[in-house]
């Protein structure tokens, strides 16, 4: 098959890893810089064009866009949708997974467990927002925030009442979340590819922090999962019409609960934590799926 990769480096781990895969099973891999394609979006045959050049039909695409360019990247994606190419993430769930409230909101309508989260745009009620998800302690996140920036532990109910008062004032979007304190500072990302969560690993924040994040400092290590915790993940990216994604879950005394989920799941730290490969498995996913016209959006969310 012809296959392209959507990323803004060919360097990067996850995109290099993605492209020798493909090749050792035998498939044509390009990997196309988002930002370098541009197209006429009123042509009755729609096209991609690239460094002066009709890019050629590929049979699948997948899409590597960062959270930096979601806007562009996804009417990138959206144009091959038209197409008829198939991608292995559609562009509406590359929009969906990158608003934490949209997300959430989304999961919460197919009752997937979640820690209780209030949002709210005005400050004159922080107190009860406060109420109504349990009182302190408290996470409070701005919305597009990526990789633990922008996630605060507010301990008591005055500290939570001044974090949301002073991000409102910037006119920051924020959501008021129950803290996991049970989690111990720990989380399991899941890769599902497809219907399969294919390697899971726990990430442990460093010593004195509550976030897991590998770019605060955590660690990883492979995990076994529970049934539960492993239908929670498959629903997860269900719910959000993700092919390709890491669902985050927190182990809460209520059972498994959803934190996020991300549409460009970064290989690297899961194929060391896990041994697994990652990549090979999701060119197996494409071989079985890609079809001209199977994707269900088409372009149109
Ligand atoms: P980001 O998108 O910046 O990674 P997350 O929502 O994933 O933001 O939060 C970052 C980290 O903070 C998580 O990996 C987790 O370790 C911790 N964390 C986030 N929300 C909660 C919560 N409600 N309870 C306990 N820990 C949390
Ligand atoms: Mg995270």
Redesign the pocket.
Known sequence: MRIAILSRDANLYSTRRLQEAGEARGHQVDIIDTLHCYMDITSSNPTVRYMGEVLPQYDAVIPRIGSSITFYGTAVVRQFEMMGTFCVNESVAISRSRD?LRSLQLLSRKGIGL?RTGFASRPDKIQDLIKNVGGAPL?I?LLE???????VLAETNKAAESVIEAFMGLKANILV?????E?G?A?IRCLVVGDKVVAAMK?Q?AEGE????LHRGGSAQLVRLTKEERATAVNAAKAMGLNLCGV?I?QSNNGPVV??VNSSPGLEGIEMATNKDVADLVFQFIEKHAKPNANKTRGKG
């Open positions: 934490k820690p996470v996140k925030g990526t990789q633990g920036i922008g996630v979340q129950e803290f996991i304190e989690a500072g989380d990430r924040a509550f976030r897991s994040n985050d927190l934190m996020e």
